[in-house]
């Protein structure tokens, strides 16, 4: 029997504690609580109708879940360093250049006095049924400025900072935990047109080393204000998507490393859980933040062919020093799986890392719009039978063996 809430049972997990059953948390932050609000995506990327942490809110309450809201989209505060500065020159807006049943596409420009309007060269596509995408224009034969648009109006206003935080945490309550973002400097994919890449790196070294520092810099301050607030998130969500995947291991030590132990040594000095996040290859930057950070939780530590984790391994040697949270496949298991698939892979990583506690299970990154509700029902169904601590290893073990491969 149930004797946490879904909060307290995935703070104590994610503190490396033992809770009283394995909290259930798949990543479903994005696509499915959008298909479940019957609306077009667009009506919750573009104009926040409802907002993305609203919808999830309700996805959690569908499937009865232990929530993990790992970062509210609208959070952000001022920076109190910068400087006021308001250009009546210079004019800056995204309007939507394209609607059709099927999508809308949004276009930057910027515009100074006296001067035509400089088109982004990046587009953004807003499609009905899936999430938002950003790419060159010219990809989408959209390279030419446009010669008609409209302004994006009807978008629903939003609390800021920590107003906003204060109402998620007020409507979330003690269903699952909130984290605000605070991430180390990072290379990204060459094709994303800001920020960067691993080419930059090679060819201008020390401009690329100067901004890691001072990224970073700005980063530990801003997380020290974060925790100063008025309110507090539940957790620190930090590491990026795709850390390995445009960084080696290397270049990782060499821009990231050094913010990333300052974050969760501020997480530690703080008392609040710090998180990473990084989808990809993550077997090694695990390895990392056990022996030289004071991180507390990893995630989603993904299977081969998207990751290289192996739960079980991993659980053995690092998960003295932190709580781990995984790792389903998301398309062979989660989209494309039988329920029964769904009961045999989740005994399975109970098995491989609940053991005394400092496991969540959930899945390897975000889940497919399409991943059938009762996928996602066994998996806590599931923890519900099997996940109670102690945990019936002998149990585990018989109902692996009665489900076959």
């Not at 970062?71 to 250049?97: C, G, H, Y």
């Not at 609607?99 to 596509?125: A, L, N, P």
């Not at 039978?385 to 290893?393: A, I, K, N, S, T």
Request: hydrophobic share 35%; net charge negative; with cysteine.
């Amino acid at each position: 029997m149930s004797t946490l809430t879904s909060r307290e049972r995935m703070l104590k997990a994610m503190r490396n504690e033992m809770p009283d059953r394995v909290p259930v948390a798949p990543d479903i932050s994005n696509m499915i609580p959008c298909r479940l609000t019957g609306k077009p995506f667009w009506d919750i990327y573009l104009y926040r109708n409802p907002p993305l942490w609203r919808a999830y809110i309700d996805a959690v309450e569908h499937f009865g879940l232990d929530g993990w809201i790992y970062s509210l989209e609208e959070f952000s505060l001022d920076d109190p360093n910068a400087k006021e500065t308001q250009d009546d020159e210079v004019k800056q807006e995204t309007v939507i250049v394209k609607q059709t049943d099927e999508r809308i596409v949004t276009r930057g420009y910027t515009q100074r006095k006296g001067r035509g309007r400089e088109w982004s060269r990046h587009v953004t596509v807003y499609p009905r049924a899936d999430p938002p995408t950003t790419l060159l224009a010219s990809k989408v034969g959209m390279e030419q400025p446009p010669d008609k648009w409209r302004p994006i109006e009807g978008v629903k206003p939003q609390k800021k900072g920590f107003d906003l935080l204060k109402e998620a945490l007020d409507l979330f309550d003690n269903r699952g935990v909130i984290g605000i973002w605070a991430g180390p400097p990072q290379l990204v994919s060459p094709e994303q047109g800001s920020g960067y890449s691993i080419y930059d790196y090679c060819d201008r070294y020390d401009e690329v080393k100067q901004w890691s520092a001072s990224s970073g810099e700005w980063a530990v301050n801003y997380l020290k204000r974060v925790l100063a607030g008025p309110v507090r998130s539940d957790f620190i969500l930090t590491g990026g998507s795709g850390m390995l995947v445009f960084m080696t291991p290397d270049i990782l030590r060499d821009l990231a490393l050094p913010t990333l132990k300052k974050i969760t040594q501020v997480c530690r000095q703080e008392g609040i859980p710090s998180q990473v996040h990084c989808c990809g290859p993550e077997r090694e930057l695990v390895k990392i933040c056990a022996e030289e950070t004071e991180l507390l939780s990893i995630n989603p530590l993904e299977v081969p062919p998207m990751g290289d984790c192996d739960l079980a391994d991993i659980k053995k040697n690092y998960g003295h020093k932190l709580g781990l949270m995984g790792n389903l496949h998301t398309t062979d298991v989660m989209l494309r799986g039988s329920v029964k698939d769904i009961r045999r892979e989740s005994l399975e990583a109970i098995r491989a890392a609940g053991e005394n506690g400092g496991f969540v299970l959930s899945t390897g990154d975000q889940c497919g719009r399409d991943t059938p509700d009762e996928n996602i029902r066994e998996m806590v169904n599931v923890a519900n039978e099997f996940g109670v601590y102690p945990l019936d290893v002998a149990a585990i073990d018989r109902e692996i063996k009665r489900l076959g491969s």
